[in-house]
């Protein structure tokens, strides 16, 4: 209980201290002109938590045509990759076992805001976005009696009470979405701001086949085996955390 009470309190003391502009800011202006970039974090003081922006995990940047209007930029680009060797060289049986697992998520959104009469400090704003995600992964493993190769998903099996059980994690994906959302935000010193935003969100996923090829075939794993899957979902949605960024 005491972590979040202090790390709030670390939070308001930032943004308290901030809050104290000087003339020459005033002067200036808070808000970001035309041809101004913003980026931002989301900070969560009630779990201790500091994510790149919006429930993809993305970056976000932000260029202002205009004081009132914004054109914004989300991306999250990532990989994966694991190798897991198992090896026992010694005694009559030995055994050799390679697991390579890779996967790579690639995701953009592009939008556009308008930002609202507000006052000098507060800037709410509409606006919305178009999304696009492209994931892909694949797996090999070989050891002594045969190769598995497992396309656009990872592939697991163990035993449980003389029972195999065998599935996929990590599956391959192609999803498209359109956001519209509203926030603000609020300049507590110059070109420095917290904010919040929530959306409401349609997307349409569309998985990828996922095939398992074993050489030589074996009766506990299909050779090959495809699964087909699509959904849709839409509602409103809440971006976790505070947003707390810069403009330059």
Partial sequence: MKKPILIMAGVLATLGSFAQTTKVDSAKGLMPE???????LNVNPFNGQLNLNNSLNQ???RYFTSPTVALRLG?????????????NPYGTNTYFS???KKSS???????IEKHLKGTKRLSPY?????SITDKSSSENISNNQSTTTVTNAWYYSYYNNNTTITGTQQNGYTRYGLNLFTG????IAQHFFFGYEFNYSISKTNWKDVTVTT???TNNTPSNSSTKNSSATFGPSLINGIRLGYSF
Avoid: C, H, M, Q
């Fill in 34 to 40: 035309a041809k101004s970039f913003t980026t931002e």
């Fill in 59 to 61: 970056i976000k940047l």
């Fill in 75 to 87: 991306f999250n680009i990532s990989r994966i990759d694991s190798v897991n060797n198992v090896n």
């Fill in 98 to 100: 390679n697991d390579e």
């Fill in 105 to 111: 998520t690639v995701g953009f959104n592009l939008g």
């Fill in 126 to 130: 509409i606006g919305a976005d178009l």
């Fill in 184 to 187: 603000f935000d609020f300049y």
């Fill in 215 to 217: 050489t030589p075939s």
